[in-house]
């Protein structure tokens, strides 16, 4: 049975090798820089646990070409939202029809297009808590905890038990959608920790940034509300109670909230990766799929509208980090 990896970067490198290293037979597919760094350095796989598993270049399949997905039994997505419907069209091509698809990527929009472009084709929705770094020497750190979430089906049970080896336990829910739109509020504070240039515990250690994030969860919470979503509880805490939450001043924080800032002092946003690499970021389908949503119903999500723009200039290298309370004033003004 193999696996096919597509869109081999932080979560996809880190979940492909850890299956490889439990045994599974695995291609990682992505681009050629990646492919480089791999074949001379290999990659260590740690985790803030204290793991560290090396594997050698030659013993990490890592291919450019689509091709390799013609031999897989189950494809991961793991390309950022923009590249899902390339990711769609390479499946489309190559891929065996009984293959089973499963995207890892955040966001709530990924699965349509996923789905819409793969008619015929299993394609099921998955949801990652943790947050995965490359670090210097080839390295992938898992710098925060959490369990996979996968829409239930069927056609998973043939994975589950590989899947636990490699330390990934699938859990299987019945209603993924609910989990995503709670996996996005929590990754409204991506755009916030983009724009801080900090550390994800930094940030939000601090309630400056905190109140950022209260403001854009808040509002997102009522324009899902008005939407009829309702989001699932991902954080310890339900979504309702995390803009409370969040303001509390630090010392309380840090006590109450002590779960929420178990990360590793190097975890960061993938979308400060993006800003970091000069890619374009996520934000479109994060912040902007709240105020999309709130458009839709005739309603504003001007906090959100905002701090899209502000990620989206500094996608164009036009800012500089901001204060939480710069950045407060910015989602406000
Ligand atoms: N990083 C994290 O901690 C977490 C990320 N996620 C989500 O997981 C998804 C992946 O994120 P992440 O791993 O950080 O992203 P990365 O950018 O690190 O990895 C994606 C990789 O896919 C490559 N790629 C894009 N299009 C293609 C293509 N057509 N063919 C081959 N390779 C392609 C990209 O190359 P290039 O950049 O050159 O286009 C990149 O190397 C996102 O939706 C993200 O939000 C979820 C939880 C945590
Ligand atoms: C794990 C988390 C929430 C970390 O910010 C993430 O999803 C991301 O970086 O995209």
Redo the contacts with the bound molecule.
């Keep these: 049975m193999n696996i096919a990896v597509?869109?081999?970067?932080?979560?996809?490198i880190y979940v492909g090798a850890s299956l490889l290293a439990a045994g599974a037979d695995v291609v990682l597919?992505?681009?050629a820089?990646?492919r480089g760094q791999i074949a001379s350095q290999g990659l260590l796989l740690s985790d803030l646990e204290g793991r560290r598993q090396r594997l050698e270049g030659d013993q990490v399949p890592y291919q450019?070409s689509?091709s390799a997905l013609a031999a897989a039994d189950l494809i991961l997505v793991?390309?950022?939202?923009a590249?899902s419907a390339?990711?769609a069209s390479?499946i489309a091509g190559w891929a065996k029809p009984a293959a089973l698809v499963v995207s890892?990527?955040?966001?709530v929009g990924?699965i349509d297009t996923l789905r819409s472009l793969l008619a015929g084709r299993q394609v099921l929705a998955a949801m990652?808590?943790?947050?995965?770094?490359?670090m210097e020497g080839n390295r992938f750190h898992r710098a925060s905890g959490g369990e996979l979430m996968v829409e239930a089906a069927a056609g998973l049970e043939p994975w589950l038990a590989l899947f636990r080896q490699a330390g990934l336990p699938l859990q299987q829910c019945q209603d993924i959608a609910a989990v995503q739109w709670g996996k996005l509020l929590l990754?409204l504070n991506n755009a916030v920790n983009a724009l801080s240039g900090l550390a994800l515990k930094s940030e939000l250690s601090q309630r400056a940034y905190r109140r950022c994030l209260a403001l854009l969860i808040e509002e997102a919470l009522a324009v899902l509300r008005a939407a009829g979503i309702h989001p699932a509880r991902i954080a310890k805490a339900g979504p309702r109670l995390l803009p409370a939450l969040l303001r509390l001043p630090d010392a309380i924080f840090t006590r109450v909230a002590a779960t929420m800032l178990k990360i590793d002092p190097e975890a960061r946003?993938?979308m400060w990766?993006?800003l970091q690499?000069r890619?374009l970021t996520?934000v479109d389908y994060l912040n902007g799929a709240i105020v999309r949503l709130a458009e839709s119903l005739a309603r504003d999500a001007p906090a959100n509208r905002r701090i899209t723009a502000l990620v989206h200039a500094a996608e164009q290298g036009g800012l500089q980090p901001l204060s939480g309370a710069a950045l407060y004033r910015a989602l406000r003004a």
């Design positions: 597509f869109g081999a970067g932080a979560v996809g597919i992505g681009r820089r990646m450019e689509p793991t390309v950022k939202s590249d390339a990711a390479a890892l990527q955040n966001g990924n990652v808590p943790f947050n995965v770094v490359q990754n946003s993938s990766q993006d690499a890619r996520e």
